[in-house]
């Protein structure tokens, strides 16, 4: 016998199913009803009234920026020329933003970041001047931190709060072999996200599974994702992402801690397949739990309250679980809404950016601010990242 976190002994086995405390049936209607579906659609209204605003430098063509009046809403930002062109773009959880520096022009002596709306689409550059230059790091460092905060709370309004569990459901014996679930988002098409309870189980022979249901009642399974020893399983570049990938799949958790952790188990399970692990027995599977417990308890203990109630994205109709077991199949193309003239700022894409001769390029590379911005890393490896 072993006592659980609780203080309450637990017999190993086959028997840790069919305890009290290990197990809690909902008896209550399940956080998220069907399946929730959102646009992510770059072109949808902004909300309420900027939280903040001020002056930036925009990549309106090769190798020479503007100066716009930038507004940052709850959902996305706003900005304009000198001339009166607007633009506006609303984010999603999967947008991106990141530290970039030019090589050489112009651009070069500027202190530049990048937005990226969905991978693999076009970006937006902006950029800080100051004759200071400890200042204009700093001024950047601000806005790029407003810029994730913003994505991260588009996405905390998407899911419920505190899912994560390692407790199997009584009477659903697909979810014995549990090691943890919760709600994610999953990036549907090229223009929808949808939220989804998805559960990671121990191996039972050579592989493991990321099992997605509808959700937490786990009565109706959309996909099962098979986790292999050779699978893919890496975190998205960003300052402060919340993003993963398991293969093609590409996911979003509500803050870059939880990711970390989803990331951690997935890598331990491939770790075990790898070194071919023999099946892991009930009490293996207790200790397990018990181990991931201390991390769910650390990230409740560090969560802060929600700022915003209701979704910040248009919910759309729901799509069939088919799309989302083949994840993303189209490139997507946002349309900037800039005013209805051509010559105006334009969404631009990276990184080969040439000067206005032509002769020379001038290219954007991401700058590694990580430890001043709190970008978070892989727990596999520099190696697994993705770059956008």
């Known amino acids: 016998m072993e006592e659980d976190p609780l203080g309450k002994q637990l017999p190993f086995g086959e028997n840790e199913y069919e305890n009290s405390m290990e197990i809690r049936v909902p008896m209550y209607a399940p956080k998220v009803s069907g399946m929730k579906t959102y646009s992510s659609s770059p072109d949808q209204p902004l909300l309420g009234v900027p939280i903040r605003e001020g002056t930036l430098w925009h990549l309106s063509a090769q190798d020479r920026f503007e100066s716009v009046n930038f507004s940052l809403y709850v959902n996305g930002f706003a ?71 913003t994505i991260l709370l588009i996405t905390d309004s998407l899911l419920p709060p505190n899912s994560i569990t390692c407790n199997p459901l009584r009477g659903v014996p697909r979810t014995n072999r549990r090691l943890m679930a919760g709600y994610l988002i999953h990036r549907d098409d090229a223009e929808t996200v949808m939220v989804v309870y998805c559960e990671l189980q121990a191996p039972s022979s050579d592989v493991a599974a990321l099992v997605v249901y509808e959700n937490e009642l786990c009565q109706r399974v959309v996909m099962e994702i098979c986790i292999c020893e050779t699978s893919v399983c890496q975190d998205v570049v960003g300052i402060n992402c919340s993003c993963f990938m398991v293969d093609s799949h590409q996911f979003a958790s509500q803050s870059p801690s ?30 397990y739990r018990a181990a991931i417990r201390e991390h769910i308890a650390a990230l409740e203990a560090t969560q802060e309250a ?32 800039l005013g209805g003239d051509t010559d105006v700022p334009e969404v631009t894409k990276e990184p080969n950016l040439k000067h206005e001769s032509g002769t020379t390029e001038t290219t954007a590379t991401d700058t590694a601010d990580q430890e001043k911005t709190g970008e978070n890393t892989s727990p596999e490896g520099q190696g697994n990242q993705v770059s956008l």
């Not at 002596?109 to 937006?124: A, H």
């Not at 952790?261 to 009930?282: D, E, F, H, T």
């Open 306 to 337: 929600r700022i915003v109630k209701d979704a910040l994205l248009r919910e759309v109709r729901k799509k069939d679980e088919a799309s989302v077991a083949s994840g993303p199949k189209h490139p997507y193309k946002p349309q900037a809404q």
């Open 79 to 149: 900005f304009s020329t000198s001339d009166g062109l607007e633009a506006s773009v609303s984010l999603s959880p999967f947008s991106l933003v990141r530290n970039c520096r030019f090589q050489s022009g112009e651009c070069s002596k500027l202190k530049s970041f990048k937005v990226s709306l969905l991978e693999p689409d076009p970006c937006c550059y902006f950029a800080v001047r100051s004759i200071d230059d400890r200042e204009a790091e700093e001024e950047r460092s601000d806005w790029v931190l407003s810029l994730s905060h």
């Open 258 to 287: 939880e990711r970390k952790l989803w990331l951690r188990a997935l890598s331990n399970m491939k770790v075990k397949l790898q070194n071919k692990a023999p099946v892991p027995s009930g009490e293996e599977l207790w200790h």
